[in-house]
């Protein structure tokens, strides 16, 4: 059939099952926009929300793709357009989201020549391609399906990662006879296997083991589980990204092994399940463990350093990246594979006896993980007033609920002090430390979970990055609620300043709106909550009604958390 590159695209989307673009329209763009709004009035699935910076545009698509399986979609033009989505797309290949970013660029007989066209850049293939999985550029109208469907396989295979694909002007302009990938009906976005929230499970990993080889690892691991005295399980992000959880836990059930979950893996095994241990539990963990199975994560301090653990312990590293199974780390076993592929064939093996009989001996007492529990519990609680802000925002949010933490006083505590009941609940920029990313994503976050709530929370530095995207949430009704904690200071900045460098203040002092008035500007109902009782009523009440809102919180200096979370040091965060 003959279609212009445009059509071609938006078609082939909704292929993949995409349902939502969020993009900032501009002139490169414009025959995407008119194929979008001709095929949103023939009865097409695809939604177009209009951000108001690309930057909010991308952090939406990638929290939309790690939270709900479905590709996550951010639509930019060229030059400025692509630069301002890369904080996004860096969140995303540091949290394992399989988002695509379509980039227009300027006209093909044009590009490369330096004649200062309309947001060119010299090289925006080479920017894309530094922190995707996989790009591409389209030259022709007929190559956009193809290609449309090779990035979505690429983001979800092996660890999934963003990917990015650009199509000039001129070509989305140009009709062509084109033929489009796959089925009407079908999808390659789709799985029907699996319900964990935390985006769509990996189509198979890149290794240099063989089938004969993985397999062989893999009862060899089995075989030393099943023969520990005392085995633990480390669970890092690639278990939500992989919706690992269900299996994990069945796992750790099997083998009566607790789980130590890395600040991004909360609720990978529900908090309030008897073997689910935070991350603060790993240095007395791991240093009495026999058997350390560590399932995605990259195992490392935050340092850079490898995780210490027992010197006669058998370590075992299962990764989708063959790069996280090396040094620094320590391992005796290793296996490149994606989290929940290796844990479904690992619960196998122990059930059908290939890993041979369990081990007699004495194991993990119940005393002994209360105390570790009861210890865990006691370090987050002495951290005050953000432990009670963070027992009322869990006090009010509910258990399948959202909760998009931020690099602010009382998120560093929540990263290791909030509660998670469900995987894929909790989210945070991961190595990033995205400041700003956090109300922008909670808005892609509920998107594509409209029937669920989502709380963002803030510090007033990082909330005035996207705070323009408030205007998002009125025009589409977003219901997400937005709490900013207010200090009038990038506050983990100015007690550096003041406890390392003898109160030399520059840079950390702000002068914050009054958020509750910018709020109500906008047509977003607001309030202001001056404790942490106050807040539970207040979120309680935002939470029962349908459309967005905001609370802000006045708070003053709070305690250093830096000590409970990396033994001491302060961090170089800046919010």
């Not at 290794?207 to 397999?215: H, I, N, T, V």
Request: aromatic letters at 6%; hydrophobic letters at 40%; one cysteine or more.
């Amino acid at each position: 059939m003959e279609l212009s590159g445009a059509q071609a695209l938006v078609r082939q989307l909704e292929r993949e099952g995409v349902r939502h673009i969020f993009g900032v329209p501009g002139v490169q763009l414009d025959h995407v926009l008119d194929a979008l709004a001709r095929a949103r009035s023939a009865g097409g699935p695809i939604e177009y929300i209009t951000a108001r910076h690309e930057q909010g545009a991308a952090h939406m698509a990638e929290a939309y793709a790690r939270t709900t399986g479905r590709p996550g979609v951010c639509l930019v033009v060229p030059g400025p357009g692509v630069l301002n989505a890369l904080p996004a797309v860096a969140t995303g290949y540091a949290c394992s989201s399989p988002m695509l970013c379509v980039a227009a660029d300027i006209p093909s007989p044009l590009a490369g020549r330096g004649l200062g066209m309309l947001h060119e850049l010299p090289d925006q293939d080479g920017v894309l391609a530094s922190i995707t999985k996989w790009s591409a550029r389209a030259e022709t109208p007929g190559r956009i399906p193809g290609l449309v469907r090779e990035a979505i396989r690429q983001s979800r295979s092996g660890r999934p990662r963003p990917v990015a694909l650009t199509i000039p002007a001129d070509v989305l302009a140009a009709r062509a006879e084109t033929d489009l990938e796959g089925s009407a009906t079908g999808s390659a976005a789709e799985d029907p296997k699996g319900t964990d929230v935390g985006g769509p499970r990996s189509e198979g990993v890149r290794s240099g083991q063989s089938a004969e080889s993985e397999r062989d690892v893999l009862t060899e691991i089995a075989t030393v589980l099943r023969g520990a005295r005392r085995p633990l399980l480390y669970a890092g992000g690639g278990v939500l990204a992989s919706r690992a959880g269900a299996v994990l836990t069945a796992l750790a059930e099997e083998l009566s092994a607790p789980v130590v979950m890395s600040r991004n893996a909360g609720g990978a095994v529900p908090s309030h399940h008897r073997l689910a241990f935070p991350s603060l539990a790993a240095p007395r963990m791991l240093s009495s463990a026999d058997v350390v199975l560590v399932v995605g994560s990259r195992f490392v301090t935050p340092r850079g350093t490898a995780m210490p653990t027992a010197p006669a312990a058998t370590v075992a590293l299962v990764n989708a990246d063959p790069a996280d199974l090396g040094p620094p780390r320590r391992a005796d076993l290793g296996l490149c594979s994606d989290a929940r592929t290796a844990l479904e064939s690992l619960r196998a093996a122990l059930t059908t006896g290939r890993a041979g009989p369990p081990r007699p001996g004495p194991g993990w007492s119940s005393s002994e993980l209360a105390d570790v529990r009861t210890w865990c519990a006691r370090k987050v609680e002495s951290v005050e007033p953000q432990w009670s802000y963070v027992r009322a925002l869990r006090e009010a949010i509910p258990d399948d609920g959202f909760l998009v933490n931020e690099l602010t006083q009382v998120g560093y505590l929540a990263a290791v002090g909030y509660p998670v009941h469900h995987p894929g609940t909790f989210l945070t920029p991961g190595y990033q430390g995205t400041l700003g990313y956090g109300y922008p994503s909670a808005l892609g976050v509920k998107v594509g979970n409209p029937d669920r709530a989502v709380v963002s929370i803030n510090g007033d530095g990082g909330f005035c990055w996207n705070m323009q995207e408030l205007a998002t949430a009125r025009t589409y009704g977003i219901g997400v609620t937005a709490v900013v904690f207010n200090d009038n200071a990038y506050g983990n900045v100015r007690r550096i300043q003041a406890d390392e460098f003898e109160g030399r203040f520059i840079g950390s002092d702000l002068s914050s709106p009054d958020f509750v008035r910018l709020a109500e500007s906008f047509g977003v109902p607001a309030v202001r909550a001056e404790t942490p009782a106050h807040l539970t009523g207040a979120l309680k009440e935002c939470l029962g009604e349908r459309g967005p809102s905001l609370i802000e919180v006045p708070v003053t200096e709070m305690p250093s958390v830096w000590p409970l979370l990396l033994g001491g040091s302060p961090g170089s965060v800046r919010a």
